[in-house]
């Protein structure tokens, strides 16, 4: 009896196992860039990523995806299959790595001008969400309001839920607003991008 109950036991943990791995999202991330070309025929999208690198996205073949999708973010992008093309930068969300990347929606940011840097976190102090990177022009101090975009390991989260430690090395896009540096997009290094 205890051989039996022992069996079924195995055999609902396995099957349970199963189902979770079935159910597994896929975790979105973001890349700016200028869209290079555009085909809805072909569902391809190139971007001309901010350090002069091409990055070539499929459009989803099915409507349905299961995606870790942070809702804030998603509320301020255009589907994928909506989208129609934009003069100047954007940011494109999507999931996989190396050449196999589906974007699934995009985000216009406008023309700029924009500061494309790399740095290293000096302090991040959360009550006023003001960032201070060491960078090659050195010490920066950037704001990083509820619509930044933050592409975390885990994928994307809105400005509130950013954090960083000190060491942590980071790839901004940045506008001016009112002379003040406006953060719109975080990417930790080591995210996906190539």
Excluded at 9 to 29: E, P
Excluded at 63 to 88: W, Y
Excluded at 130 to 157: C, M, N, R, W, Y
Excluded at 163 to 188: C, Y
Aim: proline letters at 4%.
């Amino acid at each position: 009896m205890l051989k039996k109950a022992i069996t079924t036991c195995c055999i609902v943990l396995a099957i349970s196992l199963c189902t979770s791995a079935a159910h597994a999202q896929w975790a979105i991330h973001a890349l700016a860039g200028k869209i290079e070309s555009l085909s809805a025929s072909a569902k391809t999208i190139t971007l001309d990523t901010n350090d002069g690198t091409p990055a070539n996205f499929h459009m989803p073949q099915k409507a349905k995806l299961d995606m870790n999708f942070d809702k804030e973010v998603r509320d301020g992008t255009i589907p994928v299959d909506k989208f129609t093309g934009a003069q100047g930068q954007v940011i494109v969300f999507f999931f996989g790595d190396g050449v196999v990347r589906t974007v699934v929606a995009v985000q216009s940011v406008g023309a700029g001008p924009f500061q494309k840097l790399t740095g290293t976190v000096l302090k991040y102090d959360k009550h006023d969400r003001t960032l201070t990177l060491q960078t090659e022009a050195g010490e920066q101090a950037f704001v990083i309001s509820d619509k930044t975009i933050v592409d975390t390991p885990d994928g994307v989260v809105p400005g509130h839920k950013f954090t960083a430690e000190r060491g942590d090395h980071l790839r901004l896009l940045a506008a001016s607003n009112n002379g003040q540096p406006q953060t719109l997009l975080v990417r930790f290094d080591g995210n996906p991008t190539h």
